[in-house]
T-cell receptor, first 115, second 111 residues
Framework: GAVVSQHPSRVICKSGTSVKIECRSLDFQATTMFWYRQFPKQSLMLMATSNEGSKATYEQGVEKDKFLINHASLTLSTLTVTSAHPEDSSFYIC???????????FGPGTRLTVL | GESVGLHLPTLSVQEGDNSIINCAYSNSASDYFIWYKQESGKGPQFIIDIRSNMDKRQGQRVTVLLNKTVKHLSLQIAATQPGDSAVYFCARGGAGNMLTFGGGTRLMVKP
């Protein structure tokens, strides 16, 4: 149980284009999901908290107009990187809360490469 | 500001030996800590957690120790196996269940 998937697993795009990444909780419902970014050989940095049916809460320094988050259902949150640039190339990881202790279960990550 | 950091970026151990990965934290209000394992190209995998009202917690081949006096957390892996090779992160649970991750330690297991 408590499986989280992400799609796509890898994406390569041209600079200036937008990329959508999906995060799904496969066997449970998640009111809250989190989006993280991880640069090579670095730790995970929280970008935003995604709440079903309401606006996401962004961490300081994360541009909400560039990283659009939509949590339209209890099993799906999407992160759209708008007008992507090479510096946005990173490993994007989502997590979903589940259970009485609100444990976070992580997705497998999406590798974004912007050329 | 608050931070969660690690002492050693890389740890190399012989297969069968025990491994100890350390983590320091600065926020005294921290009440929940988690250890994650991340293999290359994958998301973090939960290993074990501990709350601040505990000093020690054991799982299968893993033990987490929490020393609140010196704000230190450690993960002990018994009889380390090649499959344990990965990057290990400590994380602190905070307000709104947000996690703050430490810098990570790469564990390399030599056969």
């Amino acid at each position: 149980g408590a499986v989280v998937s992400q799609h796509p697993s890898r994406v390569i795009c041209k600079s200036g284009t937008s990329v959508k990444i999906e995060c799904r909780s496969l066997d449970f419902q998640a009111t809250t999901m989190f989006w993280y970014r991880q640069f090579p050989k670095q730790s995970l940095m929280l970008m935003a908290t995604s709440n079903e049916g309401s606006k996401a809460t962004y961490e300081q320094g994360v541009e909400k107009d560039k990283f659009l988050i939509n949590h339209a259902s209890l099993t799906l949150s999407t992160l759209t990187v708008t007008s992507a640039h090479p510096e946005d190339s990173s490993f994007y990881i989502c997590s979903a809360e589940q259970g009485p202790d609100n444990e976070q279960f992580f997705g497998p990550g999406t590798r974004l490469t912007v050329l | 500001g608050e931070s969660v950091g690690l002492h050693l970026p890389t740890l190399s151990v012989q297969e069968g030996d025990n491994s100890i990965i350390n983590c320091a934290y600065s926020n005294s209000a921290s009440d929940y800590f988690i250890w994650y394992k991340q293999e290359s190209g994958k998301g973090p995998q939960f290993i074990i957690d501990i709350r601040s009202n505990m000093d020690k917690r054991q799982g299968q081949r893993v033990t987490v120790l929490l020393n609140k006096t010196v704000k230190h957390l450690s993960l002990q892996i018994a009889a380390t196996q090649p499959g344990d090779s990965a990057v290990y992160f400590c994380a602190r649970g905070g307000a709104g269940n947000m996690l703050t991750f430490g810098g990570g330690t790469r564990l390399m297991v030599k056969p």
